[in-house]
């Protein structure tokens, strides 16, 4: 099972995007990638319609349209990713971006199309595409207005080559009888010449580009809708998390001190029933429990920490090795006690981030592969940072996690089968905290578990060099 914490932190926004501008975002991005496709599409039909079909054209003219739109499709994606990075995206700029992307489509369309026959060939549909676009993205009243704009270039298009026939029409023409020497009209002579066929073909166009704005932006509109209601309860859910976390550190934090009152007196007790095996059984078993209560309080301490201040917890270099040898020192007198040999290997291997989560997450993965290996097992850990990326492995000789298991082996108070036939007791907040880690310093955890023989975690972190923020 692999758990992807985060994305490439090079595409990562300094702030932290609403739901709608996330859903316009890549919006954008995924009609650039279908600008990359109609361009090359666009090159495939011409040179098949020019060396298989023989048909011949304004091919000049026509690749040059094509380049420039990928000129232009590149210098959009390039602003998009700039922009995005300095966290500086909102409705506003994408919208203000979609409105050139869409400007820039009508012109090329209306280029290519006239370079390739204009009105007599049938591609010049192209020009309802942009319309696509322009509902998705904008009003009613402005995709109207788009269509207008093609519908008045299809206009120019048709009655521009009608009055300058010879000069401004490019026809489509196919070999004719096998001569290589002779080429015929690929449509009937003069069409483009032909006042009639001139109306019918802007009036088609014109209005395909209207029915495609009236479908588009109804179908728009109802999206957008769903869209504002999903923020509002996307907005709410963050206040209710909000407020979980809250109450969880508070209450946590205001347990802790009389629990912990209350063990040392339990164990100041305890003691005192050293000629009464009856009453010290019942106080060592108090203890224990108060013992587990504290490890649900720390636990969920640190989880509601987490969860609430990772944008304020301190960032600093951290050297991963320095925290392995810390844990290897604290959990060694453990694995002695249980008869699990410890192994530890380290190199040097730099982190970006927060000394005190690192601490938690190598502290979890090696409590966890300690406890659930049998005695004459072993725990070894290596770190180190192969081709720049910061790496730690725990593996054990453990009872392994059920294939069922792994993909719930990260959610809050999860504890699997076997688990609790090992260990009764258990928060299940520790595997949820390591994922938390790993988030928040925008790395990748592995796991790879066979049951009976053991569980490896391989959690990777970015270069030190990419000075990552701590992710919320």
């Known amino acids: 099972m692999t758990r992807d914490a985060a994305a490439d932190q090079s595409l990562s926004p300094g702030r ?24 090359l599409c ?59 992307q869409i400007i820039c489509d009508l012109l090329a369309v209306a280029a290519l199309v006239h370079y390739i026959g204009g009105v007599e060939n049938h591609f010049v549909i192209l020009f309802v595409f942009p319309m696509i676009v322009a509902s998705e993205f904008f009003s009613k009243a402005i995709a109207y207005a788009y269509a207008t704009a093609a519908a008045a270039l299809v206009n120019v298009i048709g009655w521009g080559e009608y009055l300058f026939y010879d000069s401004a029409h490019h026809p489509l023409c196919v070999l004719a009888g096998g001569d290589p020497a002779r080429f015929e009209p690929l449509v009937a002579p003069g ?3 032909d006042w009639v066929f001139v109306v019918q073909v802007c009036f088609v166009i014109t209005f395909a580009v209207y029915v495609t704005v009236f479908i588009a932006s109804s179908i728009a509109t109802r999206l957008r809708s769903r869209e504002e209601e999903l923020q509002v309860a ?12 809250q109450f969880m550190q508070k209450t946590s934090h205001e347990l802790r001190a009389p629990v912990g009152a209350l063990q040392s007196l339990l164990k100041a007790a305890l003691h005192h029933f050293s000629g009464d095996p009856k009453g010290g059984n ?22 509601s920490r987490l969860r609430m201040a990772a944008k304020d917890m301190p960032r600093e270099d951290v050297e991963l090795a320095e925290i392995v040898r810390g844990t290897a020192d604290l959990f060694r ?8 040999r410890l192994d530890i290997h380290v190199q040097p291997a730099p982190v970006r981030g927060s000394r005190d989560g690192l601490a938690d997450l190598v502290n979890n993965l090696v409590s966890n592969a300690i406890r659930y290996t049998p005695a004459g097992g072993s725990v070894t850990v290596r770190v180190g940072a192969p081709g720049g990326r910061a790496c730690l492995v725990v593996e054990d000789t453990g ?11 990260f959610d ?14 258990g928060t299940g907040l520790g595997m949820t905290i390591i994922r938390r880690v790993v988030e928040m310093h925008a790395g990748r955890i592995d796991v790879e578990s066979t049951p009976g023989e053991g569980t490896a975690f391989r959690v990777t972190f970015p270069p030190a060099g990419n000075r990552p923020g701590m992710r919320a």
């Open 16 to 39: 932290q995007l609403t739901l709608t501008e996330r859903v316009l975002f890549e919006r954008l991005g995924w009609f650039v990638t279908v600008r990359w496709a109609a361009g």
């Open 42 to 100: 666009a090159l495939s039909f011409m040179a098949l319609g020019w060396y298989v079909f023989k048909v011949r054209f304004a091919a000049g003219g026509a690749v040059t349209v094509v380049f420039a739109l990928f000129f232009y499709n590149a210098f959009f994606s390039l602003c998009a990713r700039a922009v995005y990075q300095a966290g500086r995206v909102s409705r506003r700029w994408i919208r203000g971006l979609a409105h050139a």
């Open 191 to 193: 069409a483009a010449h």
């Open 234 to 245: 996307y907005g709410d859910l963050q206040s209710l998390e909000l407020v979980k976390s």
């Open 282 to 303: 019942l106080v060592a078993r108090a203890v224990d429990r108060t013992d587990q209560m504290l490890d649900l309080i720390d636990d969920l301490l640190r989880y």
């Open 333 to 340: 007198p453990r694995a002695e006690e249980k008869h699990v």
């Open 399 to 409: 009872i392994g996690i059920p294939e069922d298991e792994l993909s719930r082996v």
């Open 412 to 425: 809050e108070f999860f504890r699997g089968r076997e688990a609790k036939k090992v260990s009764a007791h």
